[in-house]
């Protein structure tokens, strides 16, 4: 059984930062992508970015590039989201996933955390 755990989260005032993680554990998810969502009240889940196993291959959401820096450390099993410059509308639940592929769309993700609460205050 594979298990994503984020953490990190919290009440932050736009313009500060925020680096949330994600911790897999159970099956081996070697060779899998990791990505980053988040779904704000009354909104569909959104992409926010991706990255692959060797970290080679990331890509983020149009809302978050230059802004948002997606990292990894396989050896310690994590994946990292560090938000900068953060804006009242980037208020969500940010969930990790696990996919074959750095894709975006949120079908092609196997695996689920289950979501870590961020608040940006104006």
């Known amino acids: 059984q594979v298990q994503l755990i984020e953490s990190g989260g919290g009440l932050v005032q736009a313009g500060g930062s925020l680096r949330i993680s994600c911790v897999t554990s159970g099956r081996t998810l070697r060779g899998y992508a990791m990505g980053w969502f988040r779904q704000a009240p009354g909104k569909e889940r959104e992409f926010v970015g991706a990255?692959?196993?060797?970290?080679?291959?990331?890509i983020y959401a149009d809302s978050v590039k230059g802004r948002f820096v997606i990292s990894r450390d396989n050896a310690k099993n994590t994946v990292y989201l560090q938000m900068n410059s953060l804006k009242p509308e980037d208020t969500a639940v940010y969930y990790c996933?696990?996919?074959?592929?750095?894709?975006?769309?949120?079908?092609?993700?196997?695996?689920w955390g289950q979501g870590t609460q961020v608040t940006v205050s104006s």
């Open positions: 990255i692959s196993w060797g970290g080679s291959s990331i």
């Open positions: 996933a696990a996919a074959s592929v750095v894709v975006r769309t949120s079908q092609s993700y196997d695996y």
